[in-house]
């Protein structure tokens, strides 16, 4: 099946800091997804993305799906930021296959 | 527009006890999916539903765990009886087909004593 692996596993930044969050594929994909789940547990979606560019805000998202990649960028760090990423791709089988996630800790 | 809800956010129960999630879909969303949060396995799908209909259930653990669609924007996954090894996070999510977009409600956090 599809692997999933992002990096890094964890980071810690000051305020105000970016940063790039990494997630390779190993499989050609239709689906790809970027999550953040607060430290209250709630998924919050940040961009459905299974290729190009785009930007919300602070955060932008690229995917090149031939190379099999795709990366999350913040931009000025806030506290709130703080929270796991989590990058998903859809299989064949219509799962979400999921990375294990960037935790995120943003210290002010 | 309301997102994906889940009832009851927080539950607790003793070993033996049934135990009932429900979730409500976004409106004019086709797929229901369930999922199980723990800090071992991390996000498991469970069953996914397209149209009301269970397409795929091979992640739900055992014959302890059902899931139902009574109509097309509400689910119920309920286990019967329910083990300590239970206790996790239960995510339900929409999209309007199985391959777009899928949105998470709150989840569930279930304990089994």
């Known amino acids: 099946g599809i692997q999933v692996e992002q990096s890094p596993p964890d980071l810690i930044l000051q305020e105000g800091a970016n940063s790039t969050l990494r997630c390779n594929f190993s499989?050609?994909?239709?689906?790809l997804q970027w999550f953040h789940q607060n430290p209250w547990g709630q998924l919050i979606n940040l961009f459905y993305?299974?290729?190009?560019?785009k930007q919300n805000g602070r955060l932008s998202a690229t995917t090149v799906a031939t190379e099999r990649y795709s990366l999350l960028y913040i931009s000025s760090s806030q506290t709130t930021d703080s929270g796991v990423y989590f990058c998903?791709?859809?299989?064949?089988?219509?799962?979400?296959?999921w990375g294990a996630g960037t935790k995120l800790i943003i210290k002010p | 527009d309301a997102g994906v809800i889940q009832s009851p956010r927080h539950e607790v129960t003793e070993m033996g006890q049934e135990v009932t999630l429900r979730c409500k879909l976004i409106?004019?969303?086709?797929?229901l999916f369930w999922y199980r949060q723990t800090m071992m396995r991390g996000l498991e799908l469970l069953i996914y539903?397209?149209?009301?209909?269970?397409?795929?259930d091979s992640g739900m653990p055992e014959d302890r765990f059902s899931a139902k669609m009574p109509n097309a924007s509400f689910s119920t996954l309920k286990i019967q009886p329910s083990e300590p090894r239970d206790s996790a996070v239960y995510f339900c999510?929409?999209?309007?087909?199985?391959?777009?977009?899928?949105?998470f409600g709150p989840g569930t956090r279930l304990t089994v004593l």
């Open positions: 993305i299974p290729s190009g560019t």
């Open positions: 409106s004019g969303h086709n797929s």
């Open positions: 539903f397209n149209n009301n209909v269970p397409i795929d």
């Open positions: 999510a929409s999209s309007f087909r199985p391959n777009n977009e899928q949105f």
């Open positions: 499989d050609s994909v239709n689906n």
């Open positions: 998903a791709v859809l299989d064949s089988n219509y799962q979400l296959i």
